[in-house]
């Protein structure tokens, strides 16, 4: 659990983002997360460097409580342990990067003989009890995440900049967060390349299965970029792992406002059939035989049907191709002759010769008839 939101198991791939305000402005933050939750995010992260940083979540979480707004706040920690222990008092979780806690880049080249290598993770493993202890008496879920770009100098020395070293630098926290029973983890392996996130991932899961380790996954691709670059790159990167059945959460890393991640996470989810929150639709990209404006008609169903969760909807310009590829639709809405529209139901013609105006509200009455109408919230 994380707040009051369940992560793993049976639950729902919850969807999270981070905030990219300044996390002492409050008012800024808070603006941003209500954005956020509006849009659908159930899970936030905050940057956290430091204890005041840590302190501002709790006047951030009284704020957003005025506003009946629960959304769990994940403080993000990178380098120092004491923003970690006051953040435990703050936060619902708290994220860890291995790379930067306890351990260090500054792009040194360091040489470890076995001996040297295993005293290190010995200092890591005494430095980080105190914390441990402290995230089981505050009862406080712990996130190990791994970055590609921020591997310490001592693993990039015997592992290099590879997969494996991701995958190293996440499994030696792992390990010793286990050796102290600790297991109130989530684990993320995170590139901006997605198949080198793809391919962390899929170690990580293999490494961890053989270590008799089953910790829920957060999936991303860091520093994506903006735009369609950017969402293709997550798309890519999260749908491929949700495919093969990994992932428990998910963040589509966006140069955007924060809010505009939230469609693409519930729009990956949908594609890959692991999380069904609205209609889904096909439609055919349309050509010289469309028998009716199909770009305007599918945006206005989207709008107006869109909440339908879980109702498949075909849109199609005529019937050549139609009816095959409506084969899996509830509901088919296909051109029949000029600004005619055709309705079916199943497959099977209901309506003919709909006049355009009138069709989308034919449908909607169809669909009414069929008792797979809801209202939408408003
Ligand atoms: S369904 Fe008809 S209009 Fe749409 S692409 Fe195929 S042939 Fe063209």
Known sequence: MVGGVGIGGDNPIRVQ????????????????IKACVKAGCELIRLTTPTPRHAQALGAIREALAKDGITIPLIADIHFLPAAAFEALKWADKIRLNPGNFL???????????????????ERIEESLLPFIEAAKTAGKPIRIGSNHGSLSDRVLSRFGDTPQGMVES???????????????????????DPLIMI????????????????YPIHLGVTEAGNGEEGRAKSTLGIGTLLLEGLGDT?????????AKEIPTCYGILQATHRRITRAEFISCPSCGRTLYDIEEVANIIKERLGHLKGVRIAIMGCIVNGLGEMADADFGYVGGAPDKVNLYYKKELVRRDVPQAEAVDALIGLIKEKGMWVEPIV
């Not at 286990?178 to 297991?183: P, S, V």
């Open 103 to 121: 351990d260090g880049k500054i792009f040194r080249e360091l040489a470890f003989n076995d001996a040297s290598y295993a005293k290190e993770i």
């Open 17 to 32: 983002t981070m905030t990219n305000t300044d996390t002492l402005d409050i008012e800024a933050t808070v603006a941003q």
């Open 250 to 258: 998910i963040r589509v890393s966006l140069t955007e406002d924060p």
């Open 170 to 192: 996440a499994m030696e926290y792992l390990r010793i967060f286990k050796k102290y029973d600790f297991e109130e983890i989530i684990v993320a392996m995170k590139a901006s």
């Open 199 to 214: 391919e962390a991932n899929r170690l990580l899961v293999s490494i961890m299965e053989k270590e008799g380790m089953d």
